[in-house]
C-alpha cells in the first residue's frame, strides 16, 4: 500500500494560491512520514504535460479555488487517467458555484438563505435586498471578496463596480444570518464531528481568521444541545450526497440562537477541498474523531479513483 507514488498538486494561479502551497507541502509532508513516496507538483499552465511524463499511481489535490476545485484540474486527471483524491469532475463545478449549489442543497430539504445572483454593474445605488445581507463572489473561495453590509449602510459596498474588484462579474447577494458559525466534516459516507469557529478580533471568518495563527478558536466538539449537533451532521451528511461529493468535504453553517436554542440553522456551502494548513478546520476535526493527520491523508489516498 504504502510503496504508492503520490504527485500533491499544489500552488496554481487561483488566489488561493498560498492557502494551497501551505495545504500542499503539510500534505507532503505527512504523507512521506507515512511512507509514500512523494513528488510535489508547483501546479502551472503545463500540469497535463508534468503528470503526464511522472505517470504517479495518485494524484493528491490540494489545489484551492478555480481550476483546483471547480473540475477543471478533475478534467485532465480523467483524460490522464491517474487516480485522484476528492470529489469528481460535476461535484467540484456545482459545488464551486455557490449559486447552483445552493439550488441543488434546497431541492434536497437543507435549509438555505434568500439569495440572489447579481450582475454587479447592476446594482448601483440602491440595495438589492433589504440590509443586512451578505455580497459574495459566485465562484471564490476562502472569504475572497466577502462585504457583510450591515443595517445602517445607505448604499451598497462601492468596490462592486470599481476596478479593484478582481471576483467576476456575477456576485452573489444573500440574507445575512446572525449568529454562530458552524462547520462539519464528512469522510466518505461518515459526518465527523461539528465545530464552531469563533474568530477573534475579526468582524467574520474572513481571510486572516482562516489562515494566520491565533484568526479564529476552534470549539470541538462545538458547544451546542445534542438535537443541533446531530441536525448539524445529518445536513453535512445529506450535502455531500446531494451535490455528489467524494472523498473529505467540509459544510459550513450559521446557527443563530439568540432567541431559543432550537433557532435557525442555516447551511452555507459544501467545501470540496477543504484546506489542509496546520490551522486548518479537517484536520483538527478528524483528529477530534479519532484520525491522525496522517492517517486521514493515508485514507484519502486509498480513496482515491478516477470517474468520481
Partial sequence: MKNKHVAVLMGGFSSERPVSLSSGNSCADALEAEGYRVT??????????????????????????????????????EYLAIPYTHSGVLASALAMHKGQAKKVAKAAGIPVAE???VDRFSIGDKHPMPAPYVVKPVCEGSSFGVVIVKEDRSHPPQVLASSEWRYGDEVMVERFVHGRELTCAVMGDVALG?????????????????????????????KISLNIY???????LKAHQAIGCRGVSRSDFRYDDRHSENGELIWLEVNTQ???????????????????FGELLSWMVEDASCLR
Fill in 194 to 222: 461539528v465545530c464552531e469557529i469563533i474568530p477573534t478580533g475579526h468582524a467574520f471568518y474572513d481571510y486572516d481568521s482562516k489562515y494566520v495563527p491565533g484568526g479564529s478558536k476552534h470549539e470541538v466538539p462545538a
Fill in 274 to 292: 477543504p484546506g489542509m494548513t496546520p490551522t486548518s478546520l479537517v484536520p483538527e476535526i478528524a483528529a477530534h474523531a479519532g484520525h491522525s
Fill in 115 to 117: 439569495s440572489r445572483i
Fill in 40 to 77: 510535489r507538483i508547483d501546479v502551472d499552465r503545463n500540469v497535463a504535460s508534468v503528470l503526464a511524463e511522472l505517470k504517479p499511481d495518485v494524484a493528491f489535490n490540494a489545489l484551492h479555488g478555480p481550476f483546483g476545485e471547480d473540475g477543471t484540474i478533475q478534467g485532465v486527471l
Fill in 230 to 236: 446531530q441536525k448539524v451532521q445529518t445536513l453535512a
